[in-house]
């Protein structure tokens, strides 16, 4: 239960502040299950959890496309093991469930709230057609690219600049501003330099 406490870094928070300085607001792509964005106040129409969320359950069987909140199961532990003494069911059917996270090799990923959330991208980028973007890559490394190839993508389809911060894989060609630096000190030392200009 220790990710229903768990914060969002300051960085989160200076992502939401240009995000409504800006007309048109932000979006935000993450294979993150943490469900941090969120949490930090990102509208929920503005993102795209494409590994799903934490956050949220679905049916094993599946009897359904339905995603539900996760808020209302606490899980309680058998004193003698360390297995979960009610583990959590599908309010439809009953059958067993489990987050709706995907998993390397799944097979049984619910993606139904993904792809909602994959429409509200392609409409959101259908109303800014023509504005000027920026694209900003924070901690995408190379074991799991899905995230960077995305951001490279669209900053190439967009015509915008691509920030990259990671602070162990930064490596970028010359169209590529490179940041060795880990996401909430480089925010913040990128949010101080936009405050001076």
Known sequence: MLFRETRP?????????WSLATPDGSFVITSNVDGMFPVAGMPEDRILEGHGSIHFMQCTTPCTSRVWSAADYAPRFDAGSEYVADPPRCPDCGAGARPNIFMFGDTGFNSHRAEVQGRSLDAWLASTRGR???????????????????????ARELGAPLVRINIAEWEA?????????????????????????
Do not use: M, N, W
């Open 9 to 17: 870094h300051r960085g989160y928070a200076i992502l939401q502040e």
């Open 132 to 154: 000027r973007f920026a694209v900003v890559e924070c901690g995408a490394g190379t074991a799991v690219p899905t995230i960077r190839r995305k951001c490279q993508a669209y």
């Open 173 to 197: 060609d010359a169209s590529t501003i490179a940041l060795p630096l880990a996401a909430e000190d480089a925010l913040a030392r990128i949010g101080a330099a936009l405050r001076r200009s």
